[in-house]
């Protein structure tokens, strides 16, 4: 089976799922830390070489301010678990804000070796293509994306990596990404491999 | 039912369709203008603002020449016909090359007025975005996509507009384009109203 070398992973619908289960909308956030983490595990395992995944972006920090807590604590959590488990983070977003969380300015570099894992951390895609007036776009450490997978049924790409996707079989799941099982990926990986892919010639 | 303002097309899958009939892949392209022309019709009647339509890319010019020939002169075709038919046409793409066909020079600016066709003719997302080196993208007259819809099965958006299509929702026909039907628009703009937009925020 022909395996992606870069998977994209949009992880929507967090709110919708809380909302569901009569929670609040920013309590959501929390319970996409674990399912993360085994998707994760799952990539290394199968011999995936980079992942790029959104934790939150330049339009996202308009929401109301428990949220922006919540989904900022989470990717922070997040970051420091993955690093541990062995990873090469590289974290890709606006680090001049103060929406940016300090904790993680240290991995706007890539230091580590391992599967490469990018963490869009206030990104904008806007902003990332404003680099390309001082020479190239602000995440040109992020190569093209194979695949972008993305929860919560919507068929978008919302602003993620525009670059890197132009070529992207995306694959949507219509279940909410804390309801992620390891079989959504296995189904997309399915039917990755059953994909023409000509990139145009 | 919420209208878009302004829709993508990409008219994929000429070439299986004529192989499928016992045709040379080439013999594709000049059944895909019809359907072209029907469909600016449909948008025109709904009222529809603006569209945008995939021709050829830089990437498709590697091709064979005798299917170079064929996509570029249905292009021509489509583009003469659909101006005759009073759009306000808009031809995006690299005319400092000899693929570009020299009859639709005269479209790289809009001149008349009434419904948008924007038409990607020698269209490169790379020659896109590189016009941000001298201040803004080359596609800069081009508005932001509400919607993309795809013919061919294929769920990517192969470079068609990255800037225009970050919050597109993509609509993907199994049918090849020349099997175009009215249906299919009407059945995009009736999944279309029913997406939650929230461009982020």
């Not at 694959?171 to 491999?193: I, K, N, R």
């Amino acid at each position: 089976m022909a395996l992606p070398k870069h998977i994209g992973f949009i992880p929507d619908g967090n709110r919708r799922w809380a909302v569901n289960r009569g929670m609040g909308k920013q309590d959501g956030y929390a319970f996409g830390i674990e399912p993360g983490l085994q998707l994760y595990e799952q990539c290394k395992a199968l011999g995936i070489e980079e992942v790029s995944v959104y934790g939150f972006t330049q339009d996202n920090v308009k929401r109301p301010s428990e949220q922006k807590h919540a989904f900022s604590q989470a990717c922070v959590h997040f970051a420091e678990e993955v690093t541990r488990r062995g990873c090469a983070l590289l974290v890709v977003g606006d680090e001049d804000s103060e929406q940016f969380p300090a904790e993680l300015r240290h991995f706007r570099k890539r230091h580590s070796s391992g599967i490469k894992v990018n963490f869009l951390v206030n990104y904008g895609w806007k902003w990332d293509l404003a680099g390309m007036k001082q020479g190239d776009i602000r995440s040109s450490d992020v190569s093209r994306l194979d695949m972008v997978v993305r929860w919560g049924g919507g068929r978008r790409l919302s602003g993620f990596l525009p670059v890197q996707s132009v070529y992207a079989d995306i694959y949507v799941v219509d279940d909410y990404w804390p309801d992620f099982m390891p079989e959504h990926l296995d189904q997309a990986l399915e039917w990755y491999s059953r994909q023409d892919r000509t990139l145009g010639g």
